[in-house]
């Protein structure tokens, strides 16, 4: 059964009382294709609370949900002739993309496409769903969301990039949600955003609950944009996570930021991030869980390091949610939900 979703508040007996939120990390990126309606369709079935598309936008202006907005890892574009003249190279957040891009795609364009595992090494079973699911777009995602009685979590792609290009994601994403009937603030919505302006824009549009994600390093990139010095080292401070509930409800973080690794890898002492978040009633939600040894905390990994298959090989993921919990999250994005509510479900027995 998903949980019920309740409000940010102090840290106290409340919040202890609830049970943490599993999010659907892409849907179920451990068993499908990421963000294909059979990835979120799984992760429900896991037993996910809340199903997360990363939102970008098409050329006609229909949010669509991709990992990013160039295509080639995540779709047979690269098969489509009819598209070669269009592959390009585009600056992204600073940073030189080649590829196909979304925007450059109108709706009708990219249903011709089909969506492919963007890890295959790390994840060859996951092969056998290629070319199978059409990329959804946002209101697909709702809908599935509401028959199956779960929640979404979308996060904005590059906001101030798609700014930029006349395509603002945060008008069309609220107007999905509100023809959905999700407006309030008790509705199962969490909106996130690893930028800050797009997020203090959207408090004076929505009383959704908003969530600011913070990098393992670096900064949001319409800070950089602006000149401004401030890092994400600088948010998760006590004084930067009171400044972050000025207009947020939460922190989604890297694991890292929660326990952090030696150069050896290892897991050294927890950092003070969560009580500091609670005490600036902020939710702090972790990401991201993953089966794989590769993706775990080497403290977490199983078998022999010599075989080939170790990478992607299952290691101890509930030993390494379950320090989590101990800790205190207020909810883990996994790729595969079912291990996340699996560990929940144990608990709650003892």
């Known amino acids: 059964m998903a949980a019920v979703l309740l409000q940010p508040g102090p840290a106290g007996a409340d919040r202890r009382d609830?049970?943490?939120?599993v999010i659907g990390h892409r849907g179920s990126a451990a068993l499908r294709p990421e963000h294909t309606l059979p990835?979120?369709?799984t992760a429900v079935a896991l037993g996910a609370d809340f199903i997360e598309?990363?939102?970008v936008s098409t050329k006609d202006h229909v949010l669509v949900a991709r990992h990013e907005n160039e295509i080639s890892g995540t779709t047979d574009v690269g098969d489509h002739p009819e598209f070669a003249s269009r592959r390009t190279t585009k600056t992204v957040d600073?940073?030189?993309v080649t590829g196909?891009?979304?925007e450059d795609f109108t709706l009708a364009e990219l249903r011709t496409l089909r969506a492919k595992e963007r890890i295959p090494g790390l994840r060859p079973d996951n092969t056998a769903f290629d070319g199978l699911a059409p990329i959804p777009t946002f209101d697909e995602v709702v809908e599935l969301a509401q028959r199956y009685g779960v929640g979404v979590y979308p996060e904005t792609k590059h906001p101030t990039y798609f700014d930029s290009l006349g395509l603002s994601l945060e008008e069309p994403l609220l107007d999905v949600l509100a023809r959905h009937g999700w407006q309030d603030r008790r509705d199962r919505v969490f909106i996130q955003s690893f930028e800050t302006a797009n997020l203090r824009d959207l408090r004076t549009r929505t009383t959704l609950p908003?969530?600011?994600?913070?990098?393992a390093s670096?900064?949001?990139?319409?800070r950089v944009a602006a000149g401004d010095p401030l890092t994400y080292d600088g948010m998760v401070t006590p004084q930067g996570l009171r400044d972050v509930a000025e207009y947020a409800d939460g922190v989604g973080v890297a694991t890292s930021r929660i326990v952090p690794a030696g150069p050896d890898g290892r897991l050294l002492a927890p950092t003070t991030l969560i009580r500091d978040a609670h005490r600036a009633h902020l939710d702090v939600h972790a990401w991201t869980i993953r089966d794989e040894n590769s993706q775990l905390p080497v403290d977490y990994r199983l078998g022999d390091p010599a075989s080939p298959a170790h990478p992607r090989a299952t290691g101890n993921v509930m030993g390494w949610l379950g320090t989590l919990y101990d800790l205190g999250v207020d909810g883990v994005f996994a790729d595969n939900?079912?291990?996340a509510r699996a560990v929940l479900a144990a608990r709650s027995r003892r």
């Open 100 to 102: 196909w891009f979304t």
């Open 94 to 96: 600073g940073v030189p």
């Open 53 to 55: 598309p990363d939102l």
């Open 210 to 215: 908003l969530i600011q994600l913070i990098n």
């Open 337 to 339: 939900p079912g291990t």
């Open 18 to 21: 609830r049970e943490p939120i």
């Open 218 to 222: 670096g900064a949001p990139y319409d």
């Open 39 to 41: 990835s979120y369709e």
